[in-house]
């Protein structure tokens, strides 16, 4: 009995024809109308009732039937397996990551997934997050190191692994360092300093400023979150920024609060939801989902990418 013998079987029956089933396989009828009989003498039984219009299973061969097709399935997962081994050994993956993020240890990832898998080619791109979402939406890249603005484009998913506030950022000197908390409202005539357009938390201000009823004054833009605290630091401007960053410059800077409604910036992992994702894309995302799982916020940490609650929230922004 061969493989081919039960192939021939399943696509005449589904056919009920020699002819049909001979053209669906790319082969002559009178090679299938011989192997089929091979295959009824191995048996001892006829399988196939040849004496009407169209060719229907006999007893016997309606109870083979659901073997042959078990069979063919079996194959074919078996090729399946072989062809994702393949491609896991010799495929390749595109990443995209935020500008100038330094918050992800994304080169450990990297360099733990090329030991594992090292003939995968890895491709990495840096990029603003919607740049690097409109790569995951076609097809370009396979995973991506994102900040969240307000939406979650549609048929991307996403793990928050970054989730903490957005602060204003003023050298010790200028006027505001006293306060500790400043309403949003409050920063509408002020000179803002802010990562660019395209960018999660830049999305996150205009969107949270549009709401109060106003266009955030962004005097000096930079893409990098490091130097839009040095500008603040110099006495420049009003930094928006996460709240870490901020507190990584205790010498120069004075963080304030930004109430009603607060901002909160958040950083993930994007991916496809749906669509063609080879072996080794698939790899490195359950490798990446795995790694940055651990819980929490204010910092690293994990989520399903919806909006942190409370009315006083803005909804989610990013820190790249």
Do not use: K
């Not at 109308?33 to 191995?42: F, T, V, Y």
């Not at 995973?143 to 950022?169: K, M």
């Not at 409604?261 to 992992?269: S, Y």
């Amino acid at each position: 009995m061969e493989i081919r013998q039960l192939e021939y079987l399943v696509a005449v029956v589904d056919e009920a024809s020699f002819t049909r089933a001979a053209e669906r396989l790319h082969v002559t009828q009178p090679g299938v109308s011989a192997q089929l009989r091979q295959l009824e003498r191995e048996l001892g039984q006829p399988l196939l009732d040849r004496s009407g219009r169209a060719v229907r299973p006999t007893q016997a061969g309606t109870a083979v039937l659901p073997y042959a097709r078990a069979a063919l399935q079996a194959v074919a997962g078996a090729r399946l397996a072989v062809d994702e081994l393949t491609g896991l050994v010799r495929g390749r993956v595109a990443v995209g990551m935020v500008t100038a993020c330094s918050s992800l240890d994304l080169a450990d990832l990297l360099a733990d997934f090329h030991r594992a898998h090292p003939a995968v080619e890895i491709t990495l791109v840096e990029a603003g997050s919607d740049r690097l979402l409109a790569g995951l939406q076609d097809g370009c890249l396979d995973l991506a190191f994102v900040g969240l603005g307000p939406r979650v484009p549609p048929g991307i998913e996403v793990q928050v692994v970054i989730d903490e506030p957005i602060v204003a950022a003023v050298a010790r000197c200028h006027p505001l360092a006293r306060r500790r908390s400043i309403a949003l409202d409050g920063l509408r005539e002020v000179a803002l300093i802010s990562l660019p357009p395209g960018t999660g938390l830049r999305s996150c201000l205009d969107d949270a400023c549009a709401r109060v009823g106003f266009r955030p004054r962004v005097a000096l833009e930079a893409s990098n979150l490091d130097l839009v605290a040095r500008l603040a630091g110099r006495g420049l401007g009003v930094a928006v920024l996460p709240r870490s960053t901020a507190a990584a410059r205790p010498e120069e800077l004075h963080p304030i609060a930004i109430t009603r409604p607060r901002l909160r910036g958040r950083m993930a992992l994007a991916w496809r939801g749906r669509g063609p994702s080879g072996p080794a894309a698939r790899a490195l995302i359950e490798r990446a989902r795995t790694a940055f799982a651990s819980p929490g916020s204010d910092g690293p940490g994990g989520g399903d990418g919806r909006p942190p609650g409370g009315e006083d929230d803005a909804g989610p922004g990013q820190p790249g």
